[in-house]
């Protein structure tokens, strides 16, 4: 009795800790089993990353790339795509990453993986879709990363849409606290310095009072920026500000020393 017990438990634990491993790297099993079953993609709008290589532009073939999982056929643009061209380094594959990074000698298994860019980037690659798609025809979609053999999205692409939704909250946040706390004008002179102020524009915000420029420290960033601030509807408990030194208080222009 005393020896069943350790193998009961054997066959107990050795599954959770295969569903454990399994959720904890989705995506690498995705692109394990894409991989392993690649050969099998015979829809004409999906393309197996081989299939996809065979589109470079070498040898009189077509130029296709892929961003975001979509493949556009770009051999219009063979001045840009093709080979010796600025953007070779796309025609292929998909480097959706560098589109944002711009290391053109990137070819690792995460040259496609993008959810750790900034929301800036990934704004910056929707753009670059939408661009391609207006200048070139998208031709079907890449298994793999973003798309499955039935041409479905992966979790990997549901979770970037999701990054971009929090990303849109976000700018719409920081968005109203620009309005709330407007930059200041910025200005170097190789005599003077540093000169900042606000005006009842500055920023490119239109308001009816002017402010004061103040260094606003904001959470998660690693430096403040220069804002301007109505001294008459602030809150100093909620926001922390700083004044810059040698300026007058009620001041509307501050010179910077450099460090």
Same mark, same amino acid.
């Given at each position: ?22 959720? &904890? ?6 692109? +394990?089993?894409?991989?392993?079953? &690649? ?6 709008? !999906? ?12 040898? /009189? ?5 892929? $961003?975001?999982?979509?493949? +556009? ?11 010796? /061209? ?15 990074? *711009? ?10 993986? $993008?959810?750790?860019?900034? =929301?800036?980037?990934? +704004? ?19 298994? *793999? ?5 039935? *041409? &479905? ?6 979770? +970037? ?5 929090? =990303? ?42 002017? /402010? ?13 920026? =220069?804002?301007?601030?109505? !001294? ?14 040698? =300026? ?8 910077? &020393?450099?460090?």
């Amino acid at each position: 009795m005393v020896k069943i017990i350790p193998l009961a438990l054997s066959k107990l634990i050795i599954p959770i800790l295969l569903v454990i491993l399994c959720i &904890k790297y989705r995506d690498r099993f995705e692109l +394990f089993f894409y991989n392993f079953f &690649k050969t099998d993609v015979r829809d004409s709008n !999906l393309y197996s990353v081989e299939q996809l290589a065979l589109n470079n532009g070498i040898d /009189g073939n077509k130029i296709y790339l892929s $961003i975001l999982g979509f493949v +556009f056929d770009v051999t219009s643009g063979t001045k840009h795509y093709g080979k010796g /061209g600025p953007y070779h380094y796309f025609a292929g594959k998909d480097g959706s990453r560098a589109f944002v990074t *711009g290391d053109f000698q990137d070819e690792s298994s995460n040259k496609d993986h $993008i959810l750790d860019l900034t =929301c800036n980037d990934l +704004f910056t690659l929707l753009n670059w879709k939408d661009t391609l798609r207006e200048k070139y025809n998208e031709v079907g979609k890449l298994v *793999g990363r973003y798309y499955d053999m039935n *041409g &479905k999205e992966t979790e990997y692409m549901k979770m +970037f849409y999701e990054r971009i939704e929090q =990303c849109k909250v976000e700018k719409d946040l920081a968005k109203k606290e620009e309005l709330k706390f407007p930059p200041c004008n910025i200005e170097w002179n190789a005599d003077t310095g540093t000169r900042v102020w606000c005006t009842k524009t500055s920023g490119g915000v239109k308001r009816n009072w002017i /402010g004061v420029p103040r260094l606003l420290y904001t959470p998660g960033e690693e430096t403040p920026r =220069c804002t301007c601030v109505n !001294l008459e509807n602030i809150d100093n408990s909620v926001t922390l500000f700083k004044e810059y030194d040698n =300026c007058a208080v009620t001041s509307t222009s501050c010179f910077v &020393k450099s460090k």
